[in-house]
């Protein structure tokens, strides 16, 4: 497919902006949202959901920039934080951070809670682990790709292990957030994640230029002067750091990295100047609305968000499976 003309870009920028900020904040969800005893009652209904909007904005945009940092430095279309081991890591030092809550209580280490502080300490190890075993100078991208799988199988294992020594009450708590929620996002939670998502989001547009270049393959850009190791590594390094927190606010939400940069790809092509904020609000509003199904499908039972994108991610998966055989 051939990408929008200027006209449609910004068009579409409009109507997503448009979606975003008043179909899903106004319309309310199916059941007894529709009605409200009261006017306080009402407001303070509103502003939780107003907060969920926020840090899914947050939250998706991140997974989405995530994902396309992953598949142009790799050159490949299925390279997410998930695919790399980085969440997993993620989320075991989250898990690790609920059994040590539960053994010294809710204290918070410089402002931040253990789940957090071992959820950015998690996708640090994760991330040095793929580097150690793929070599961070000559690695390949099937070679580290491969490493992150095998770095996701370990750290899995590592979740159900504490699952299976842990209280019930701990071990149910920790599955419950593996699935990946929002249910109770606060604007503590935006504030937590907003600055890492902006300087991802910054650092994407002042390499724009050498992502650029390395859509021709990494042996060409070293030859017109880009540093593709040390790119590579600042930018491993941000999308870690980013997806940290991201995880320890949200939990694990899977496949919102994969398919938000494809999306914006058929909007907008491959040049990152573009393909960068359209990737953020198409993971914005993916997340979004995800979101918004979660808590409305079976209303007034609501179902993880990690649910729903898996529900729509793992068909999608398959397909550019089956696309990159054909190729």
């Known amino acids: ?18 979606f975003l900020f008043f179909g899903i904040f106004i319309f309310p969800s199916i059941g007894r949202d529709f009605y409200f005893p009261s006017f306080s009652g009402a407001s303070s209904i509103y502003a939780i959901r ?3 909007v926020l840090v899914s904005i947050v939250v998706g945009g991140g997974l989405g920039l995530g994902g396309l940092v992953f598949q142009s430095l790799f050159r490949n279309s299925l390279a997410t934080p ?3 081991g980085i969440a997993s890591g993620a989320s075991f030092g989250a898990a690790v951070g609920f059994q040590v809550a539960g053994w010294f209580g809710h204290f918070l280490f410089f402002g931040f809670s253990f789940v957090t502080v071992g959820s950015f300490c998690g996708a640090m190890f994760s991330m040095f682990i793929v580097f150690f075993l793929s070599g961070v100078r000559d690695a390949s991208s099937e070679r580290m790709l491969l490493a992150g799988v095998a770095v996701n199988f370990f750290f899995a294992s590592l979740i159900v292990f504490l699952q299976y020594i842990a209280t019930p009450h701990d071990a149910l708590q920790i599955l419950h957030w593996t699935m990946g929620e929002l249910q109770n996002a606060s604007m503590l939670d935006f504030w937590r994640v907003f600055p890492f998502v902006f300087l991802l989001f910054m650092s994407l547009l002042f390499f724009a230029r050498e992502l650029n270049i390395l859509a021709a393959g990494w042996d060409r850009a070293k030859s017109l002067g880009v540093a593709v190791v040390k790119l590579r590594l600042i930018l491993f390094i941000a999308v870690s750091v980013t997806v940290g927190v991201i995880v320890s606010v949200a939990g694990p939400i899977g496949f919102v990295g994969l398919m938000a940069p494809h999306i914006a790809r058929v909007i907008t092509g491959v040049n990152h100047w573009r393909l960068v904020p359209i990737t953020f609000l198409t993971g914005a509003i993916f997340l979004a609305i995800c979101d918004t199904l979660s808590r409305s499908i079976f209303y007034p039972v609501q179902i993880p968000v990690g649910v729903i994108t898996n529900m729509l991610g793992g068909p999608f998966f398959l397909w550019l499976l089956l696309k990159s055989e054909k190729k």
Not at 11 to 16: E, P, R
């Open 1 to 18: 497919m051939f990408p929008l003309s200027d006209f449609g870009y910004r068009l579409f920028l409009f109507i997503l902006i448009l």
């Open 50 to 52: 107003f907060n969920r």
């Open 82 to 84: 998930y695919t790399l």
